[in-house]
Nanobody, 126 residues
Framework: QVQLVESGGAVVQAGASLRLSCAAS????????MAWFRQVPGKDREFVAA????????YYADSVKGRFTIASNNAKNTTYLQLNRLKPEDTAVYYC???????????????????WGQGTQVTVSS
């Protein structure tokens, strides 16, 4: 059973940068992809970025393209999300997710992922 633990969330001012980390444990096989989603109260969980296990493909939501970067170190079982030029609308709880070893659907769909972390809060003040 894979477990995911996020860290790195903080309260920052607009324009600042943060790096989120997601440490995985209990992995016994390669996954299809890892991803980051975010959620604000009262809204659906929103896709942010995804990376294939091979590290050859990355995907981004239009709202973060050019500002956020997803990376992963499979040897360290850690996935990262670099957040640059943060905006107040980036305020949310950020979750990392793992597909597991089987393809379940589009990378931007939360139902494609079978394991989730507990989330880390990012707050951006104006």
């Amino acid at each position: 059973q894979v477990q995911l633990v996020e860290s790195g969330g903080a309260v920052v001012q607009a324009g600042a940068s943060l790096r989120l980390s997601c440490a995985a444990s209990g992995r016994t096989s390669a996954s299809v992809a890892m991803a980051w989603f975010r959620q604000v109260p009262g809204k659906d969980r929103e896709f942010v970025a995804a990376i294939s296990w091979s590290l050859t493909r990355t995907y981004y939501a239009d709202s973060v393209k050019g500002r956020f970067t997803i990376a992963s170190n499979n040897a360290k079982n850690t996935t990262y999300l670099q957040l640059n030029r943060l905006k107040p609308e980036d305020t949310a709880v950020y979750y990392c997710a793992d597909t597991g070893p089987y393809y379940r659907g589009p990378h931007s769909n939360p139902t494609s992922y079978d394991t989730w972390g507990q989330g880390t809060q990012v707050t951006v003040s104006s």
